[in-house]
């Protein structure tokens, strides 16, 4: 079910703030998928998803390889039983230290625990193109 990701209806967006594990899905450089699992907060009003990791993992270094001057095309996704969701979008990483803190706040709200501390975290910021699932 295609879902408005600027716009989601209650029950979709209340299934992205329960606690769920999801993945991330990234290419690799031959084109190939990379699928890890991660947290991901969803920010429906800005239009984006936002995953917090150290700029040394493979996750990063793909959106980076990918990325060019457009970004690089991802989704993340979360199931429990029947239900799904997937957000889609371009990822670029961010290293704006206000932008880190922001995303570990909203990581810390969704999953109700701070993450560990990391001086070489980032942001893996997605700006949604799409939003599918059945919540």
């Not at 890890?36 to 907060?41: H, R, S």
């Not at 936002?50 to 990325?67: D, E, F, G």
Request: glycine fraction near 6%; charged fraction near 30%; include cysteine.
């Amino acid at each position: 079910m295609s879902v408005d990701p600027r716009d989601p209806d209650p029950e979709y967006l209340d299934f992205w703030r329960e606690r769920h594990v999801c993945t991330l899905t990234t290419p690799r450089p031959d084109g190939t998928p990379h699928v890890v699992p991660v947290g991901v907060t969803y920010d429906p009003e800005a239009g984006l998803a936002r995953v917090i990791a150290s700029r040394h993992s493979r996750k990063v270094a793909h959106v980076l390889s990918a990325a060019g001057a457009g970004g690089a095309r991802v989704a993340v996704c979360q199931t429990a039983g029947r239900r799904w969701a997937t957000l889609e979008g371009v990822a670029v990483v961010r290293e704006e230290p206000e932008l880190i803190a922001d995303a570990e706040r909203r990581y810390a709200e969704r999953y109700q625990r701070a993450p560990r501390p990391n001086p070489d975290r980032v942001v893996i910021e997605i700006a949604l193109t799409r939003a599918m699932g059945r919540a």
